[in-house]
């Protein structure tokens, strides 16, 4: 899924749960949402296919894991619990989110790394330079 695709999906599902709980809408930083549902990729996609291509070579790895939203949100319950912040919980269920959008249970020795292994399954095509290239001319290419 790409950049529309996440964001339209995770405003869809925190604006369909502000309808039956209108208090989301008070809560929520709509910033933090777009930030959320693009976290995993933020992180995976330039270190895994554009700074170490030749080495990584996947857009999936530690920030499309189980373990890493399962750690975001603990950072956001303890400092909702000290200061009431819902920032990094918004953060939190919106990568969890993202995992869902991106299917990641297809791949299941990324979503629960490191439990069944420490390495990431490499994906040698599309990296670097011509991964850029690649993004680029999809975006404009004619529906």
Known sequence: MLLFGHIGVTFGVFF??????PQLR?????????????LPDLIDKPLGL?????TIANG?????????????????????DKSGDIKVLTLASCSILHLMEDQMWASPRTLFWPLLGW????????TGLKYLLMLFKRSFRQL
Do not use: C, E
């Open 16 to 21: 369909g749960l502000a309808f039956f709980i």
């Open 26 to 38: 008070t809560v929520i930083d709509p910033t933090y949402l777009v930030i959320g549902s693009l």
């Open 50 to 54: 554009i700074i170490f291509p030749s």
């Open 60 to 80: 999936r790895m530690i920030a499309h894991t189980l373990l890493f939203s399962f750690t975001l949100f603990l950072i956001g319950l303890y400092l909702y």
């Open 119 to 126: 390495r990431f399954r490499k994906k040698p095509h599309h």
